[in-house]
């Protein structure tokens, strides 16, 4: 799952440690920046080169609404490695370049290589009570991010549609990634429209339509 609010806490990583994990994985490949990373491929060859005993399945369905889990020190059934489950469509869509599901299974893969025999704390403080680099989704978020979009790919980023399509990520993606890369990096504005579809905007326009419309409920 991806959602911050259900983070735990994990050992600090800073961003810099992220991108550099990314950028040695990119490199590895041979992969220019511009080039979309081979999502699959890393998936079902390059993650057990790197975690011995490393495996990865499809599962019909997964309890409270994911649609993708990690298990970075095994499962029940799978107890000798590391193992991700996936819903058939995370995988079908995947193969077919949708940027979402690209996203999820990064970040599974983030999980499995980052928070392997650390100390997680399920009964210390959550999602918003944590700091951002100690947050297991923010980290595993992070990674994902930092493989598909490299930073470089920002150096001429085109118009969104064309840098979404070479790219294979989301447009929410790309544009939460442009707002981060500008923050921290300067980088200059790319001419998307970043308040269409960032995550902060939609959140704004969602939390003004409730205030608008009041909670929904049963009535
Ligand atoms: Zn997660």
Known sequence: ????????????????????????????????????????RFLEWSMLKILKDFDWEIVTSL??????????????????????????????????????PRLTILHECGHALLHRHVAVHHRGPKGAELKTFENSEWQANQFAAELLMPVASFDAPGDLEAYVQAMGVSREAACNRALQLMRSLNKPRPSWPLEVYASYAKKARKDAASVLHGPTGIH
């Open 63 to 100: 309890p409270d609404g994911d649609e993708a889990r990690a298990y970075p020190d095994g499962a029940p059934h799978y107890t000798k490695g590391p193992l991700i489950e996936l819903l058939p469509h995370v995988y079908d869509d995947a193969a077919n370049n949708k940027g979402r």
């Open 1 to 40: 799952m991806s959602d911050w609010l259900h983070g735990v806490r994990v050992p600090p990583m800073n961003i810099l440690t992220l991108r550099g994990l990314a950028e040695a994985i990119r490199q590895h490949s041979t992969l220019k920046a511009e080039e979309p990373f081979p999502v699959l």
